[in-house]
C-alpha cells in the first residue's frame, strides 16, 4: 500500500525512540532489493493506523520508495494501541527493557486494561508475568474506604486501588529481572525459528514441485500470501478474544457489585 495512506501516531510507537542506525540499515538494505516482513495496520473504516513497523516504515521513505508491503487488519485505534505492546517481539529489532516497561505502563496507566491480572498483561505485552506483578507492586495501592452496616454495627471494608503513575513514574525505577528476560527472549526466539521453519518448508515443497520456474515462483507467491492472511486473522482473533475477555471482566465485576448493593438495601430495609 501507499505510504501516504498510512497514518502515524505516537500513541502506536511502542518503542521509546526510534534507532536511526536500524533506519539507515534497513533502507540500504532495501536499496539492494532486501524484502522485509509487511507492516501491520489497522483500519477503523477511515484511516490506516501503523501499529507495528515504525523503522521500515521510515525505512521505506528514507530508500524514496512509495509503496510497502503491509498486513491490514479491520480494527478501532484502541485495537491498534493494544497490538501495539507485544510489536516487535519475534522479528525486527530487539526490544529493549525500557521498550517493555513502556508497555507494561501504559496498559497500567489505562483504566479498563488496568483491571486485566498480571498474566493478561503480560501476554499482550509479550513479558513475563513476574515483571508484571513486581510493576504493580511498586506503584503501590490507595485504600478505597467503603463503609457499610451489619447487625446494627458500623464497618469498614478496604478495596485496593492503583495510584496514578504520574505521582510515582518519577520516583521510581523499574528493575527487570535479566533472567527471566532472557528465558522470555529464549522463548520469542524458538517461536521465531518455528515461524522460519514453516516458510522454509514451505520453500522446499515449491522447490520439489515438477513445473517451470514461473509456476512455482507463482506458488511461492501464493503461499507467502496465505501466510500473512493466516497471521492477520490470528492476531484479530486474538484481539476479539482480548476485548471478550475485558467484557466478561467489566460484567463479573458489575454482578459483585450489584449483589453487594442488594445485600446493603436489604439490611436497610
Excluded at 536511526?20 to 493506523?49: C, H, Q, W
Excluded at 517481539?89 to 486494561?113: H, I, P
Excluded at 527487570?176 to 529464549?186: R, Y
Amino acid at each position: 500500500m501507499k505510504l501516504l495512506d498510512i497514518k502515524l501516531d505516537t500513541e502506536l510507537q511502542s518503542r521509546v525512540e526510534i534507532s536511526d542506525e536500524a533506519i539507515n540499515d534497513y533502507s540500504e538494505a532495501l536499496r539492494e532489493g532486501a524484502k522485509f516482513p509487511p507492516v501491520t495496520v489497522f483500519y477503523d473504516g477511515s484511516s490506516y493506523f501503523l501499529a507495528d513497523g515504525w523503522h521500515r516504515y521510515y525505512a521505506h521513505k528514507k530508500a524514496g520508495l512509495a509503496l510497502i508491503e503491509a498486513t491490514v487488519i479491520n480494527g478501532t485505534f484502541r485495537d491498534a494501541k493494544l497490538f501495539s505492546f507485544g510489536a516487535n517481539d519475534t522479528n525486527g529489532l530487539r526490544k529493549t527493557n525500557a521498550d517493555k516497561r513502556k508497555a507494561v505502563l501504559a496498559m497500567l496507566d489505562d483504566m479498563e486494561w488496568a483491571e486485566r491480572n498480571d498474566n493478561e498483561i503480560a501476554k499482550e505485552c509479550r513479558v513475563s508475568i513476574m515483571t508484571v506483578g513486581r510493576i504493580r507492586k511498586q506503584l503501590g495501592v490507595v485504600p478505597e474506604e467503603i463503609k457499610y452496616v451489619k447487625n446494627g454495627k458500623e464497618f469498614t471494608m478496604k478495596r485496593p486501588e492503583f495510584k496514578p503513575l504520574e505521582k510515582v513514574e518519577s520516583k521510581l525505577e523499574y528493575q527487570f529481572d535479566e533472567k527471566e528476560e532472557k528465558i522470555h527472549e529464549l522463548a520469542t526466539e524458538i517461536q521465531s525459528i518455528a515461524e522460519e521453519n514453516e516458510v522454509l518448508k514451505a520453500r522446499v515443497a515449491v522447490a520439489s514441485m515438477e513445473a517451470t520456474d514461473d509456476e512455482k515462483r507463482s506458488a511461492e507467491i501464493l503461499i507467502e500470501g496465505l501466510q500473512a492472511k493466516v497471521k492477520a486473522q490470528e492476531a484479530e482473533i486474538r484481539a476479539l478474544k482480548s476485548s471478550r475477555d475485558s467484557y466478561q471482566t467489566k460484567c463479573a465485576e458489575m454482578m459483585k457489585q450489584l449483589s453487594w448493593y442488594k445485600k446493603q438495601n436489604k439490611q436497610a430495609a
